[in-house]
């Protein structure tokens, strides 16, 4: 198998707009998607992950609770 360069950023733009569009049709029927996040103890790198997640949560139209 032969190693393969992925540009990380595009995939990610084009994952989350899938994403969007399955939320958009969830909407259509009444259904909204959530993440819930409990943030234990006070690690600077774990509130910045959680940040991140409540950040794509909105980009994508997902309800997030943290």
């Known amino acids: 198998m032969t190693a393969q360069i992925i540009d990380g950023k595009a995939l990610s733009k084009q994952l989350r707009t ?3 569009e399955r939320v ?4 259509q029927h009444g259904v909204r998607p959530g993440l819930a996040v409990i943030l234990v103890g006070d690690n600077p790198a774990s509130r910045v992950y959680v940040g991140n997640k409540v950040k794509a949560c909105e980009e994508c139209g997902v309800r997030s609770l943290h």
């Open 24 to 27: 958009g049709r969830l909407a």
């Open 18 to 20: 899938g994403f969007r």
